[in-house]
């Protein structure tokens, strides 16, 4: 049974930082792709951040130089660090994994930042 738990979601000020993490089992990690999505309310999901089995990464313009996507192998996990946040990040993220025609999303964790 393949599960995908993300933690680490909180309310956090403008200008703060977080970091999300999403703890995979049931598949093969290391060759999965790995994504960071967030769904605010009335709005699509979008991608965030996505790092492949290799490292490669690529970011959302609205996240780059800001957000941050890393994976270890060895823990079967997925990181987002999340610096220099704004209200606009306020979202619920959600994980997701990717190899071949299989993807699994984890339950998403709520973002929310605000004074």
């Known amino acids: 049974q393949v599960q995908l738990v993300e933690s680490g979601g909180g309310l956090v000020q403008p200008g703060g930082s977080l970091r999300l993490s999403c703890a995979a089992s049931g598949i093969i990690f290391s060759v999965n792709a790995m994504g960071w999505y967030r769904q605010a309310p009335g709005k699509e999901r979008e991608l965030v951040a996505d790092i492949t089995g290799s490292g490669r990464t690529k970011y959302a313009e609205s996240v780059k130089g800001r957000f941050s996507i890393s994976r270890d192998n060895a823990k079967n996990t997925v990181y987002l660090q999340m610096n220099s946040m704004k209200p606009e990040d306020t979202a619920v993220y959600y994980c997701?994994?990717?190899?071949?025609?299989?993807?699994?999303w984890g339950q998403g964790t709520q973002v929310t930042v605000s004074s």
């Open positions: 997701k994994s990717r190899w071949l025609s299989s993807e699994y």
